[in-house]
């Protein structure tokens, strides 16, 4: 989630100036939801017309004279900006450089006080052939030591499977951040028969609609984070081997996986993430069970709630 990012002042107030009232409160709520999102938005017109304090109708207005003004975009049943994607890029990569930035001097500073005391230090001394290195481990030896080998079979060794398995973007795959997304996701209960399953799934859905190798595609640190692979479980066979449908899912949910959902759902404003499967928690007709309802409380009230 970002929760801060740069805000060109003066740019937001021209290039808004001429947008109506409802519009302007639109634009300025789904930039929100994009950025601590970090990737476009589904299109729940229900619950971000709640966070605009809209009626559903008032909102379909407002997101018409946006799309109008070239303000965002709609593909794929989700709302995308361009100045925001390129935001989300720029985080990402600053992400990426603090934490090959961060391993480096630990590492250096680990090497340094490796030396002992009675060595001079190679850097501080000037004749040549005192500059030896024989007592000191390299930086790549070092670096072996702080990566030790893996046995095969173990979770880590699982990731490369979901690194090949994930869509491509159009830049490089950060390995460093999607590594550790995907170790806090097995150390909370994960697993990653079902993580790399919905990877496979992403990237049809990412090829099939024409976005794969494109910035488009959320970064792997992103995805992990929020648990999508949740969103992309190939649906249960029934028992001819045909598939089942979105039901038989559904009743293969246990109760924490439910409140997960919906702990998702009401903290970004109602993006329902089981949305091709049931409706959302706040419509009659969803299928979120009845006493996981009872514990939301009032629920046409919750896509509002901070």
Partial sequence: MVGFY??????WMDGTETLSDSAYRA?????????????????NERGIAGRCNMTVKAFRRALAELVQAGKVTLEAGRIHNARADRELESVMKN?????????????????????????????KINDADQASLENLSSLKEKRREDSPIVPKGTP????????????????????????????????????????????????AEQV???????????????????QLWLDY?????????????PDSYLASLSDDDWRSHLRRWRSTGGQWTLANRTRPPDDPGTKVPAHLLAEL???????RAD
Avoid: C
């Fill in 6 to 11: 740069k805000h060109d002042i003066p740019a």
């Fill in 27 to 43: 634009y300025h709520v789904v930039v929100q939801l994009i950025m601590l999102n970090e990737g476009p938005i589904a299109l």
């Fill in 95 to 123: 992400r990426e450089n603090a934490g090959k930035g961060g391993k480096t001097r630990a590492i250096r500073a680990e090497t340094q006080k490796s030396i002992p005391d009675d060595v001079p230090k190679p850097l």
């Fill in 156 to 203: 880590l060794d699982r990731f490369e499977e979901f690194r090949a398995a994930y869509p491509s973007r159009n830049v490089r795959f950060q390995a460093t951040t999607a590594r550790k997304r995907w170790l806090e996701a097995l150390k909370r209960g994960a697993d990653p028969e079902n993580i790399i399953a919905g990877a496979k799934s992403y990237a």
């Fill in 208 to 226: 099939r609609i024409g976005k794969a190798g494109t910035e488009f595609v959320k970064t792997a640190e992103v995805w992990l984070r929020n």
């Fill in 233 to 245: 479980q190939p649906e249960p066979a029934a028992a001819d081997g045909r598939p089942a449908g």
């Fill in 297 to 303: 409380g009032d629920v046409t009230r919750l896509a």
